[in-house]
């Protein structure tokens, strides 16, 4: 079901890591990875997999400071997230031609958070329709007292789903619990999930079971659309 269009030695924020269905898409969702692994982390990995399952195809694609990595760049932060709005609007219009059905923008923690900024641009096409966020870092990790990033859900111009773990140290089902997200913001907690949605060993809760039913919530959400 993988395909990857271009040696993993020479990505580029256009070459996209592809996962398709056996079947016709519902939707194909343009995803980036997060400020600290690449679009072929685990995580992402299981992900696309599961997504797939549900009829979702899904296009990765890393940011330029990531991919530079892949070709012996050093490992420097990221840029701030503002910074790759222009990056994730490149690569959606590259995918613009060859994506079937309607289109996901999302992303794994920093990359749902610069999806959600480009879903409050005045000039996305018509084809988009919603946001998904894995793991929205609502603040900065263990710092509930910091500011927290609001903005970008609350200006999103398409409706926007997050999937959260309840014990996410970047914004946890109790600390989310005191505030109130906009209409357009659907929240879907997974099981004693952490930032990457696994759950304490103690817990009748697993990491596939999460990354199942995020899938699942990320298919019901394109159909609903």
Known sequence: ??????????????????????????????MAHGAGAPMDSAF?????????????????????????????????????????????QTALQALLPVAEGPILLGGKSMGGRVAAMLGGGGSLPS????VCCYGYPFHPTGKPDAD????????????VL??????DPFGSKPELDEISLPDHVSLTY?????HDFGPRGKSPATLD?????????????AASL
């Open 44 to 88: 992402m990995e299981k992900l696309a997999t599961a997504l797939g399952e549900h009829r979702i195809a899904v296009a990765r694609f890393e940011f330029a400071y990531m991919a530079g990595r892949r070709t012996g760049g050093s490992k420097r932060p990221p840029p701030r997230a503002e910074k790759l709005i222009a990056e994730f």
């Open 190 to 194: 997974l099981e004693d999930g952490n």
């Open 1 to 30: 079901m993988t395909e990857i269009e271009a040696a993993t030695d020479h990505i580029t924020m256009n070459d996209f890591l592809w996962t398709r269905p056996d079947t016709p898409p519902v939707a194909t969702l343009l």
């Open 127 to 130: 084809r988009v329709g919603g």
């Open 148 to 159: 927290w990033r609001m903005a970008p859900l609350e200006e999103a111009k398409r409706p």
């Open 209 to 221: 079971g999460n990354i199942g039913i995020a899938a699942r919530e990320t298919a019901a959400f």
């Open 162 to 167: 997050v999937l959260q773990g309840d014990r």
